[in-house]
């Protein structure tokens, strides 16, 4: 399974940016899916993440600004993020919780993460 992410790159504060990640390969079935922020010197944290029926949650710093949604049939996420902030500034990381196989596990997969840069 892989996990391609797109979208990232520089933004003026105010700005808009848009985010997605494609899930490819030998995958059954992804249950919830999310996107996480790495800053240096900081753990990966959550900023949002959808289940598969669409419900959606978010860290409060991002609540009101950030949208995530999901295209079930194309295995893809998305993260719309309004007014931006030079805080929002970090690695983006994709999530997916899937299962290769009807009887198998579910797991986490990771994509490879997008650098997403907010200017003052």
């Known amino acids: 399974v892989q996990l391609q992410a797109s979208g990232g790159g520089l933004a003026q504060a105010g700005g808009s940016l848009r985010l997605s990640c494609t899930a490819s390969?030998?995958?059954?079935?992804?249950?919830?899916m999310g996107w996480y922020r790495q800053v240096p010197g900081k753990q990966r944290e959550l900023v949002a993440s959808?289940?598969?029926?669409?419900?959606?949650d978010y860290t409060d710093s991002v609540k009101g600004r950030f949208t995530i949604s999901r295209d079930n049939a194309k295995n893809t996420v998305y993260l719309q993020m309004n007014s931006l902030k030079p805080e929002d500034t970090g690695v983006y990381y994709c999530?997916?919780?899937?299962?290769?196989?009807?009887?198998?596990?579910?797991?986490?997969?990771w994509g490879q993460g997008t650098l997403v840069t907010v200017s003052s």
């Open positions: 959808i289940g598969r029926g669409g419900l959606t």
């Open positions: 999530n997916i919780q899937g299962r290769r196989t009807m009887l198998g596990s579910s797991r986490d997969y």
């Open positions: 390969g030998n995958i059954f079935s992804i249950n919830g």
